[in-house]
């Protein structure tokens, strides 16, 4: 089996796995992580949003072979509880999470899109995040929480 280097949150992992191993199997497996979540396993939820490269991806559909050298930030990297990244201090700021199964996906997605576009309008936000889900039905105060951290980031 082939081995692969994973760069994830500013560390280095060498894995045994078949090439198109979803990366998401490998953090949560492999590397004993609990971010990302596994939500659909089809690259239609966002619960598995890591940054490859500052790009948001799925890891559910992405082949471990793909991350391999590249740098893959999860939740855990993003920021630190004593100081979080703008998207992850205005989740808390606005309470968004409830059970926040899906928070990883909307934060990640969130962070990699204000990192592009730095005053965005609230319709180019709903864009960005269009194809994420939250069952609690917390989108109201997901999009001012992404409206916040927009706003401190400017």
């Known amino acids: 089996m082939p081995q692969y280097t994973l760069r994830?949150?500013?560390r280095?992992?060498?894995i045994e796995a078949d090439a198109d191993m979803p990366l998401l199997y490998a953090l949560r497996d492999d590397l004993g992580m609990d971010n990302p979540h596994f939500g659909?396993?089809?690259s239609q939820c966002g619960a598995c949003t890591v940054h490859i490269n500052g790009?948001?991806?799925r890891s559910c559909s992405t082949p471990v072979s793909e991350a391999a050298g590249q740098t893959v930030t999860t939740l855990n990297g993003l920021g630190t509880p004593d100081k979080p990244h703008p998207v992850q201090k205005a989740f808390l700021e606005e309470q968004v999470?409830?059970?926040g199964y899906c928070i990883n996906?909307?934060?990640m997605t969130a962070a990699a899109f204000l990192d592009t576009k730095k005053k965005p309008t609230?319709?180019?936000i709903k864009q960005a995040l269009a194809g994420l889900k939250c069952r609690c039905g917390t989108h109201t105060a997901i999009l001012r929480a992404?409206?916040?951290?927009a706003d401190s980031m400017a």
């Open 12 to 14: 280095a992992h060498t």
């Open 146 to 149: 992404v409206r916040r951290a």
């Open 40 to 42: 659909c396993g089809l």
């Open 97 to 99: 999470p409830q059970c």
């Open 105 to 107: 996906g909307w934060v």
């Open 55 to 57: 790009r948001a991806v």
């Open 122 to 124: 609230d319709a180019e």
């Open 8 to 10: 994830v949150d500013g």
